[in-house]
């Protein structure tokens, strides 16, 4: 279950609801978005990547541009006060997919799977006034945008070992909270948080 956030399309005129799965939030380093996708190698498709932004149906790719365009490094500032409803967008995204040990979910994605996620989650949004669309919600023109897109995507998009990255941000928590493993496990379970 994911934390909701609701974000406007300046061009689409209403909300999209969307479920970030983790938001790690470091102290005044704003907001890091982190989803984690379970997908077998035989769903890697192009079709379930498509990206088209205006259906009804919540794509990996509408999922993904709208957490790419309410980074603050790509978000048209200008227009920020009508994309940003209740929260800040983020200062950085990241985007899992889960590299599993067990064969009962199927044959995990590899690294081959890894870059088609890339490429195709920086294509250009398939929308009828995409000029306007980029203009409304990001810094950059569309050519621009998927570069840069691209530029970052081996950083931001990554085959990973779930429990590896939770102990990692577990490790980082305790370390900035200076509790010891024990005093964190208590302070999770517990009905103050």
């Not at 006060?81 to 967008?89: E, M, P």
């Not at 994605?109 to 920086?122: F, Q, T, V």
């Not at 023109?141 to 691209?150: F, I, V």
Request: aromatic share 10%; with cysteine.
């Amino acid at each position: 279950m994911g934390v909701k956030c609701k974000a406007y399309g300046v061009q689409i005129g209403k909300a999209y609801n969307r479920r970030i799965d983790l938001i790690v939030e470091g102290p005044n380093s704003g907001e890091k978005w982190v989803e984690t996708k379970s997908l077998a190698r035989s769903t890697f498709t192009q079709s379930n990547f498509g990206n088209k932004i205006q259906s009804g149906k919540k794509t990996y790719y509408r999922q993904f541009i709208h957490d790419f365009r309410l980074n603050v490094r790509h978000l048209n500032s200008e227009n920020e006060r009508h994309i940003l409803v209740g929260h800040d967008g983020n200062t950085e995204y990241q985007w899992y997919f889960h590299k599993w040990r067990n064969s009962v979910y199927g044959v995990p994605p590899s690294g081959s799977e890894e870059n088609k996620a890339r490429d195709w989650l920086c294509y250009k949004p398939n929308i009828a006034n995409i000029k306007q669309f980029y203009e409304d919600n990001l810094k950059l023109s569309p050519n621009l945008t998927k570069a840069a897109c691209k530029a970052e995507s081996n950083e931001r998009i990554k085959l990973r070992d779930t429990e590896s990255y939770i102990t990692e941000v577990v490790q980082r928590l305790v370390d900035e909270l200076g509790l010891d493993v024990q005093d964190f496990v208590n302070l999770a379970l517990s009905d103050n948080t």
